[in-house]
């Protein structure tokens, strides 16, 4: 898969996209990513990106030209890829939307700064807008990155183990059960048994419920989303009518 970011920074990519599993990707062709500095994309002596916005008002917004330039001048005119824009008003990203753009051959991150970029950039260039939550960052970097990381990961053969996605938190809809690692005791804190039985049913269903009883304790928004068979819709409900109990007791 094919990755273009069009950015202010380019530099910052560096520290995350050399290191680690999306270095590794990249070393064996599953990912290719190209960073593009929009700077490089103005005429002008003073390589000016930004402008006072129209109407007054506080801030800067990124001009258009150096934009449709840059993504124009790497992709063609119409680009043949997604374009997709980095804003607090995009559409929320989620790792169904991660797995949606995990099919592309090629997508186009474009980083917006300032406090926006002007409205004809999204209007005639930008064809998808994502956010990565309800928070304000200083730029779209952050975000592309994030984007950039849980679509590689998902691309084949990018993960040792091909299954790998299929269990992360959120891909089945809730959130993972605990792990653990050797010692079987430190300072004291015990391995859970089960963990240690060698019993892979025992195990299957031990994580299977902690992962329920997670999802319900921290995310139960998942929960009416998830797809529960009847004896895990009694369990919760089990725990539900506990809750109950020890609310009036309490
Ligand atoms: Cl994509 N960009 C910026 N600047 N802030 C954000 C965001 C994106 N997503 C959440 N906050």
């Excluded at 186009?108 to 309800?134: F, K, M, N, P, W």
């Excluded at 950039?148 to 809809?173: E, F, I, N, Q, Y």
């Excluded at 992962?211 to 009847?230: G, I, M, V, Y």
Aim: charged share 30%; net charge negative; hydrophobic share 40%.
């Amino acid at each position: 898969m094919r990755f273009d970011i069009f950015t202010l920074f380019p530099e910052v990519f560096h520290p995350y996209i050399d290191v680690s599993i999306i270095a590794r990707a990249r070393e064996r062709g599953l990912a290719e990513i190209y960073l593009h500095n929009i700077r490089d994309w103005t005429t002008d002596k003073h390589h000016v990106v930004d402008d006072e916005p129209y109407g007054g008002g506080g801030g800067m917004v990124m001009k258009p030209e150096p934009i449709f330039k840059a993504v124009e001048g790497v992709l063609g005119s119409p680009p043949t890829c997604p374009v997709i824009l980095l804003t607090p008003q995009g559409r929320p990203f989620t790792q169904a939307v991660a797995r949606e753009l995990a099919q592309q051959p090629h997508l186009a991150l474009l980083c917006g700064r300032y406090e926006g970029v002007d409205e004809r950039v999204r209007q005639h260039l930008v064809t998808d807008e994502i956010s990565i939550g309800d928070y304000v960052l200083t730029g779209g970097e952050l975000a592309a990155m994030v984007v950039l990381d849980a679509v590689t990961r998902l691309l084949p053969g990018v993960l040792g183990d091909p299954d790998a996605p299929a269990k992360d938190s959120h891909a089945a809809g809730l959130l993972e059960h605990p792990h653990y690692t050797r010692p079987p005791v430190f300072r004291g804190w015990e391995v859970p048994e089960v963990l240690r039985s060698g019993d892979h049913g025992r195990i299957a269903r031990w994580r299977r419920e902690q992962s329920l009883r997670r999802t319900w304790e921290r995310r139960p928004d998942l929960l009416a989303k998830a797809e529960l068979t009847p004896e895990e819709q009694e369990l919760i409900a089990r725990w539900e009518a506990e809750r109950q109990r020890e609310a009036r007791e309490a």
